[in-house]
């Protein structure tokens, strides 16, 4: 006898199974059309490879999925494709997603399958690459991809395998009839499951309503080392982490998976699949779903092609459309009422429910809490649902999230016990979804101010740059600048040219060295005690002056000497209609402008006196050669 | 006695030194670098970067609500922001003012890509990088980036960019709250929110259970 625990709360809902488990699994209608959802999945939504118009075999995969999370969707029959077009899916908002339309034609032919009963002999991620080519997700309602599930971690080793035949949600019988009526199929996807994750412990549990799911079972395990643990009939011990509590008297941790505490759980809709998929080759096309309440003549489970539209579904349990109130999607706990008849089924429905409006009332208008503290006693999380209650009517999400909202498994206990009919759950919905989106908004903003800071700096350093470049440039400038006027000084040291002439160009300033050359040697022969040699450096800066300055002054008196000679020649070429006068009055303005630069470069020399003497000697020593 | 007086003197003396040193030893170790209540700040700002506050970017406007500027000039954040400002620096929250524009939905940026003549004006404008284009070439908004802020919008110099309100879709759909539901009693709520099976033998079983 397998030893079992207790968690907190719980509640004791009318089962309501008995409409729904005495009749067998029956096949539903193959219907005019299925209408396949691209994201049946957790993760990305998968991509369309058919075509409209394109023909497809039973078992082909119409929609895959190339990276990240997510597992490939299958044509359930063969047929034609129709379009591929937004249609609405099952969802609470009653929105609409991309789907691939299918018409049957009725002949069921499969594409080719490859079984591999020897799938031991295979390496265990080809098996798992199987089960995610064969499109399984977790069948209890969440749709997580199986594969990843499944895959063995390094750091986390499952111990405990548990299959969850729990089934506690009133009304549905699908796990039920299945453990009933595929035993072995359950057991044989739990082999491979167990053979993937080589746990210690593999335990199936069951609820103490499913006597005959028990027998079955039992049965089929024969001669294994499963247990078939049964357990106090309970609302919400189907519960995974309720289930494990149940099973191991261990707590999943706040935020953890089971994994972490080494206990893993699977559906037993999943086990099926799993040993279709490996030991059949068939891929996930079709699952049992409970189709029951009093508007359905006829309720039952049946086995449904995913992608079926739910009225398809509901003619087939014989519904009576005047009879029934609303049609709700799921269990009388978790589910939740849709508008649309036509949405497809797909591989996360376990239940569709139609009931009269005697059976399930609309809920009555809320009243005022007053607070008798029975959600509390009753949350099989152990949370505060009052307090929760009031900080998600205020809004107040931080205080909700701080008594540990996400933690909520959104069970509905909590609302079927308030006795205001508080709808509870769905403020935690409410407070959930809020929350969600401000993560996602706060990531957004955080992402925009790291691309703002970003820009901001890339532009300072282009503003930088583009100043470093303005310095740069008024800094060669500058330098050129002074190399000019530094040429422009040792030209005024050799007397030829002033500061103001500093821009002229070298040749300018060449032929005017030469000509100084010549003045510079006339002078010499006239006054040869003036001159000196280069050798002269042992002598002052002011006593090499003197001479300079007199130097200059001798050249000025000749250059004025020579103009009025000129001037007087030019004056006679003038009167006596000379054809020269042309070159004489450029002659006569060169020994103007001579007369002149010699008078500055005298003064422009006293000025300076001292240091620009010295870059003089050299200049001076070179024309006196 | 002098001798007693001496001891206390001492054994005061030598306390505080030794807590003088603690403390000076606490403020080198635990020194806070920067302004951290900026950065708190600068974090519960939408970071739209828009400047309707009148500021060059989110970043401004939080150093000058440190310095005492009003924390209502946000309309991106509207109240969420005032809100959550006016908790963080324990002032009342005051309604939104209106002078630098009013709350409005998410909204994202989408040119016209026909119409677009490449001048590269919304590039320079966009304060997060989020728009993509060369000279002469056809620009495109970077959805996922764009804030929304509108400031492209002045410098495109044919109004080929449009202001596109972000509607919901299946993926980032959440669950309404139920007190808005409550405000319109007369559409059928869409959930069952699980106030369930109340048949006339389980209402009977619900009574017993409350008793």
């Known amino acids: 006898m397998t030893q079992l625990w207790n968690f907190g709360g719980g509640v004791h809902p009318p089962e309501n199974k008995s409409q729904s488990n005495n009749r067998p699994i029956r096949p539903a209608d193959l219907p005019a059309k299925l209408i396949l959802p691209l994201q049946q999945h957790i993760g990305e939504p998968a991509r369309c490879i058919v075509a409209p118009g ?38 609470p908002s009653g929105m ?9 034609d009725g002949e069921e032919r499969w594409c080719a399958l490859v079984p591999q009963p020897e799938y031991r002999k295979l390496g265990r991620d080809q098996v798992l690459v199987l089960i995610r080519q064969a499109g399984i997700v977790g069948l209890g309602g969440a749709g997580f991809p199986t594969n990843i599930k499944l895959r063995p971690s390094v750091d986390r080793k499952v111990d ?58 039992r049965q089929a395990a024969e001669g294994s080392k499963t247990e078939i643990a049964v357990i106090p009939t309970i609302y919400p011990s189907g519960g995974e982490k309720q289930l494990i ?41 079709s699952r049992v779903i409970t189709a029951t309440g009093e508007a359905l003549a006829e309720p039952g489970n049946f086995e449904v092609l995913v992608g079926t539209p739910t009225s398809h579904l509901l003619t087939c349990a014989g519904v009576d459309k005047q009879r029934m109130s609303r049609l709700v999607l799921g269990g009388p706990m978790m589910g939740y009422t849709v508008q649309d008849l036509n949405i497809p ?47 998600a009517k205020a809004t107040e999400f931080e205080k909700a999230e701080h008594l540990n909202l996400f ?8 609302s079927y016990v308030c006795p205001s009919s508080i709808p509870l759950v769905q403020y935690y919905r409410f407070a959930k979804g809020e929350i969600r989106l401000q993560r996602a908004e706060q990531q957004k903003s955080d992402r925009a101010r790291v691309r703002f800071e970003a820009r901001q700096q890339r532009l300072d350093r282009e503003q930088q740059e583009k100043d470093q470049r303005r310095k740069d440039r008024a800094l060669a400038a500058a330098k050129a600048q002074e190399q000019k006027t530094a040429e422009a000084q040792t030209m005024v040291q050799n007397g030829t040219v002033s500061d103001e002439r500093a821009g002229k160009s070298a040749l300018v300033a060449q032929a005017l060295a030469r000509k100084k050359a010549k003045t510079t040697a006339a002078s010499a022969d006239t006054a040869p005690a003036e001159t000196f040699a280069p050798e002269n450096t042992g002598k002052t800066p002011a006593a090499e002056t003197a001479p300079n300055i007199e130097e200059l002054e001798q050249q000025l008196t000749q250059a004025q000497a020579k103009l009025e000679k000129m001037q007087s020649m030019l004056e006679d070429a003038h009167s006596g209609q000379a054809p020269n006068v042309d070159k004489l009055e450029r002659a006569v303005d060169k020994n103007i402008e001579r007369v002149r630069c010699s008078q500055q470069a005298i003064d422009d020399l006293q000025k300076q006196a001292v240091p620009a003497n010295r870059n003089a000697e050299p200049a001076l020593s070179r024309s006196n050669d | 006695m002098w001798t007693s007086i001496i001891i206390a003197v001492a054994v005061l003396l030598g306390l505080a030194a030794v807590f003088g040193a603690l403390l000076g030893f606490a403020a080198e170790r635990f020194k806070v670098e920067g302004n951290p209540l900026v950065d708190q700040i600068d974090a519960l ?32 954040g509207g109240e969420a922001t005032i809100n959550a400002l006016a908790d963080l620096l324990d002032v009342e929250p005051q309604p939104l003012d209106a002078e630098h524009g009013a709350a409005q939905a998410k909204r994202v940026a989408v040119i016209r890509e026909d119409e677009c003549i490449g001048c590269t004006k919304c590039i320079q404008a966009c304060p997060v990088d989020a728009i993509l284009g060369a000279a002469k070439h056809m620009h495109t908004v970077i959805e996922s980036e764009c804030t929304g802020c509108d400031l492209c919008l002045e410098p495109c110099p044919v109004d080929c960019i449009d202001m596109i309100v972000i509607e919901p879709d299946i993926r980032s759909w959440t669950w309404a709250t139920p007190v808005e539901l409550d405000k319109a009693p007369n559409e059928v709520p869409s959930f069952t929110d699980a106030r369930v099976i109340v048949t006339d033998s389980q209402a009977e079983a619900r009574e017993a259970s409350l008793l």
């Not at chain 1, 190339?66 to 099952?90: C, F, K, Q, W, Y």
């Not at chain 1, 993937?196 to 027998?215: C, D, F, H, S, Y």
């Not at chain 1, 933690?407 to 909590?414: K, L, N, S, W």
């Open chain 1, 96 to 104: 609409s997603d991309t789907c691939v339309v299918l018409i049957p």
């Open chain 1, 245 to 285: 509590q149940i099973l191991t008297g261990q707590e999943v941790p706040s935020g953890g998976i089971p994994a972490d505490i080494g206990v893993m759980c699977q559906n037993i809709g999943t086990a099926v699949a799993v040993a279709d998929a490996i030991l059949q080759g068939k891929p996930l096309i």
């Open chain 1, 54 to 91: 394109q023909k497809v075999l039973k078992g082909e995969v119409i929609a895959q999925v190339d990276n990240g999370m997510g597992v490939p969707v299958h044509a359930p029959t063969s047929g034609i494709i129709e379009r591929i077009s937004l249609e609405p899916v099952p969802h």
């Open chain 1, 160 to 217: 405990t395998l548990i299959l969850n035949g729990a089934e506690c949600e009133p009304y549905i019988t699908a796990d039920d009839m299945t453990m009933r009526e595929k035993a072995a199929q359950v057991m044989a996807g739990l082999r491979v499951m167990a053979w993937l994750l080589r746990p210690a412990r593999v335990v199936i549990g069951i609820e103490e309503n499913k006597p005959e799911a028990i027998a079955a079972l």
């Open chain 1, 345 to 391: 089924l797909v591989k996360a429905s376990n239940c569709i429910l139609a009931p009269t409006e005697q059976e399930l009332p609309t809920p009555p208008p809320a009243q005022a809490c007053i607070r008798c503290g029975m959600c509390a006693e009753a949350c099989p999380m152990e949370l505060l649902p009052q307090q929760l209650f009031w900080h």
């Open chain 1, 407 to 414: 933690d909520c498994i959104e069970c509905g206990v909590c």
């Open chain 2, 45 to 76: 700002l939408p970071q739209t970067q828009c400047g309707q506050c009148g500021f060059p970017g989110c970043r401004p406007y939080a150093e000058a609500i440190n310095n005492g500027e009003a924390i209502n000039k946000c309309p991106p």
